[in-house]
């Protein structure tokens, strides 16, 4: 009889044994939504290979392949895609995107077209359209599009600085500053347009009013590095050394590998008598640039400021062995040699300076010229003193995407903390030292089971390896299962195949094998917990699809207030009760069990951090502030730019 019962009981599990391509996407869907592109991509693989003729499942290989920038793989999958169904807007737009990562600016174009036709009023595949007909140079044809977007659109910010960037191009300053104008009429918020409009007042050496844009620029863009370069250079024209050297730092706090920032600081450090600093930065300059010999110069004249004259030597002889007729370089060079004691060398470079009968003022090192810039490709040594600017100053494009940025930037603005489950995977954290504890799983653990289960609010996306031994393992605990002659062999190897099916985002499966546990065991708290955790995840992704989830969601309370009665003491089931509670908008009963799970646990800093948030959405600011403050302390140091955010509203 035992026997039988088994069989019945796991009848539901052989059919579904037997995965249907629909079931594989969905699940590979899933992945994606959660960033596990690598598992995502695997399941499509097998989708594919039983049913190969399927638009789907090789259009969302594609998609996971763009966002591990493999663009390549994504484009040919799109074509498989399109051949499969060539009426799917998405395919066209999303081909266009791997073919302008791969700056293959004419096909897209030819995607975007197609695309437009199936979908005229697409207002993002006329923006991507124009933007790759500026890179084709292809500048009267955009014109043209553009024309028709405003008379479509003609509140669109965006159409007016792309026209802006066609003029520029087309050297028609006036129209670009009338487009920029219009653009900014109609979005005073975005800060990449004040940055075009910045440029053009650089290049007319307007540079007060240039300074005003990229303020204005930086206040909606604080952490964009050019913009700092470029006021910098704006303030230094102006004398603001100060300013410019404020500037220059930021920008290198930013992106401390910036060519132009340690080159203009270095120079700047140089004038103001910063003599060892300057060294820093064209030390710097020339990790990134060795044969750089502006840059070599430069240093050469602050090496012999500091007294390192065999160090100055050594540079001015590499500038010197490249340009032998640069006679300022000789100059300095003897110098140095007679300081040294070194006189027959001073004097053979001073014989070659005299014979070439140069002018030149001796002893005194230049000051850096004011108002003069050179660009970054000039190599004409007698401007070694100048700043440096880039040669073009491009614009920056933003293409219209829903795949563009990390998909989890793409959800609602409610950050909660996720709920924790069970996995096999140890969290590891860089400020938690503590590990997660409760009783009935560490008596499950004990059991002596071929795997430990840990206890996370991480989802740990999987490295190919350990994919392949978890399915391995899947299959390995399905044989135990069906060999087993007891019902009490079965329970925890179906959790233990539960648990692996959620680290490989099969919840669906997961649910499958914790309901039938539950069905022999009513009393599994843990059951309960990790069929709820399953459901809970299962339930985001259909949300993110537009599904409605009310009834899915009464199944995760139910499953969590089950398990709660079975282990009132465990504070995760509470915590992720309140979670539930939280995302329903129900923030008092979501309040009162994190309190509770607080309670249990005082160093669980997620319940801190969603308590505060709880409490800000409910009107208490202050409180909620308090408790992400202990959030932060505890390690989850995110909460402080919460904190921040609250405090200035």
């Known amino acids: ?34 960033e596990d592109y690598v598992l995502s991509i695997q399941y499509f693989n097998q989708a594919i290979s039983q049913k190969p003729w399927l638009f789907e499942p090789w259009f969302f290989r594609g998609v996971a392949k763009y966002y591990l ?14 051949g499969r169904n060539p009426y799917v807007v998405n395919a066209y737009e999303l081909r266009g995107l791997c073919r302008i990562n791969q700056k293959k600016y004419t096909e897209a174009v030819s995607d975007y077209d197609r695309a437009l036709r199936y979908d005229p009023e697409n207002q993002g595949l006329w ?23 405003t008379t479509r659109w003609s509140k669109y910010a965006r159409a007016y600085s792309m026209q802006a960037e066609v ?44 300074e005003e844009f990229l303020t204005k620029s930086i206040h909606l ?14 303030r230094y024209n102006q004398n603001n050394l100060r300013g410019a050297m404020a500037d220059y730092d930021t920008a290198l706090d930013l992106e401390p590998n910036n060519f132009l920032g340690h080159y203009n600081r270095g120079l700047l450090r140089a004038q103001v008598g910063d003599d060892n600093r300057g060294i820093e930065d064209f030390d710097f300059v020339l990790k990134l640039e060795p044969d750089n010999l502006m840059a070599l110069f430069n240093r050469a004249l602050l090496l012999e400021q500091t007294g390192n004259l065999r160090a100055a030597i050594r540079d001015y002889s590499k500038v010197i062995e490249e340009y032998p007729n640069f006679w300022f370089g000789l100059q300095h060079r003897a110098s140095c040699y007679r300081r040294l004691g070194n006189t027959k060398q001073a004097e053979l470079d001073e014989f070659r300076i005299l014979k070439a009968q140069m002018d030149k003022r001796y002893g005194k090192q230049p000051r850096l010229s004011k108002k003069q810039m050179r660009k970054r490709s000039d190599e004409d040594l007698e401007k070694y003193n100048q700043l440096v600017v880039a040669d073009e100053q491009e614009v920056e494009h933003e293409y219209k995407s829903d795949y563009r940025g990390r998909v989890q930037n793409r959800k609602a603005d409610l950050t909660w903390q996720p709920m924790y489950g069970l996995t096999f995977i140890q969290p590891q954290s860089d400020v938690k030292n503590d590990m997660a504890y ?38 390995s605990l399905s044989t135990r299962i069906d060999e087993s002659k007891s019902t009490a062999d079965v329970v925890p190897l179906l ?44 339930n985001e992704f259909n949300a993110s699809e537009g599904t409605n989830i009310d009834l899915k969601s009464a199944n995760v309370l139910g499953d969590l207030s089950a398990a709660i009665q079975l282990a009132p003491q465990n504070p995760y089931l509470l915590y992720n009760r309140g979670n539930l509670y939280a995302q329903r908008q129900d923030y008092q009963r979501a309040i009162d069990d994190y309190s509770r799970a607080i309670q249990l646990e005082e160093r669980l800093a997620e319940a801190w951090y969603n308590r505060g948030l709880a409490k800000i959405y409910a009107k208490k600011v202050s409180e909620g502030i308090e408790d992400l403050s202990k959030a932060g302390e505890l390690g989850l140091y995110q909460a402080y730019s919460v904190i921040k955010k609250y405090r200035e509203k």
Not at 19 to 32: C, H, W
Not at 438 to 446: G, M, P, R
Request: neutral net charge.
């Open 495 to 538: 959790l233990l195949r539960a648990v692996a099916y959620g680290t490989i985002q099969n919840f669906d499966n997961a649910i499958d094998d914790l309901s039938i546990c539950l069905q022999i065991d009513s009393t599994s708290s843990i059951a309960y917990w990790q069929r709820a955790v399953c459901q809970a995840k299962i």
């Open 127 to 149: 923006h991507n359209r124009v933007l790759c007909l500026i890179q084709d140079k292809n500048y009267d044809l955009a014109l043209a599009q553009i024309d028709t977007m």
């Open 1 to 34: 009889m035992r026997r039988i019962l088994i069989i019945f009981l796991l009848w539901p599990l052989v059919a579904l044994a037997q995965f249907n391509t629909d079931r594989l996407v969905m699940i590979g869907r899933s992945a994606l939504y959660y």
């Open 167 to 210: 003029y520029l191009l087309q050297k028609d300053t006036t129209k670009a500053v009338k487009s920029l104008d219009k653009s900014l009429e109609l979005d005073p918020y975005d800060g990449g347009i004040w940055a075009e409009r910045a440029v053009i007042s650089l290049a007319r050496q307007k540079w007060k009013e240039g």
């Open 221 to 234: 863009l604080p952490k964009h590095s050019g913009n700092y370069i470029n006021r910098a250079l704006a």
């Open 69 to 82: 920038d493999d663009f390549r793989g994504a484009e040919n999958d799109c074509t498989e895609a399109i």
């Open 438 to 475: 409760e009783a009935s799983v560490d008596q499950f653990n004990q059991r002596s089971h071929s795997r430990t289960i840990f206890i996370s609010s991480e989802q740990k996306n999987l490295s190919e390896e350990r994919m392949k031994q978890t399915f391995a393992y899947i299959d």
